[in-house]
């Protein structure tokens, strides 16, 4: 069982930069991938980024390529989310993913989520 509690979020005007911080809780956190998603009202839950257990590969959804950078940090259970060039269009709710599988069994984690707001 992991738990995965995010912070970070809040308001900030477009071009500004916010940092997001996932801190799992429970054993095995370098066994899951790790990943952001979002959900903008109205719409689906939808990727946005991606990291692989050891953190030597990444994934970014083409929306937030070369703008958001996600990182890990194993010792600490904690992975981050850094936003830079921030666009209104970025406001939503992000959370935090933890995902692995167990022989053929997905499993997956889910934090509470934290806001975003981007003001134009």
């Known amino acids: 069982q992991v738990q995965l509690v995010e912070s970070g979020g809040g308001l900030v005007q477009a071009g500004g930069s916010l940092k997001l911080s996932c801190v799992a809780s429970g054993n095995g956190f370098s066994n899951f991938y790790m990943g952001w998603f979002r959900q903008a009202p109205g719409k689906e839950r939808e990727f946005t980024a991606a990291?692989?257990?050891?953190?030597?590969?990444?994934l970014y959804a083409d929306s937030v390529e070369g703008r958001f950078t996600i990182a890990r940090d194993n010792a600490k259970n904690t992975v981050y989310l850094q936003m830079n060039s921030l666009k209104p269009e970025d406001t939503a709710v992000y959370y935090c993913?933890?995902?692995?599988?167990?022989?053929?069994?997905?499993?997956?984690?889910w934090g509470q989520g934290t806001q975003v707001t981007v003001s134009s």
């Open positions: 990291i692989s257990w050891s953190g030597g590969s990444t």
């Open positions: 993913n933890a995902h692995r599988v167990l022989l053929v069994t997905p499993m997956d984690y």
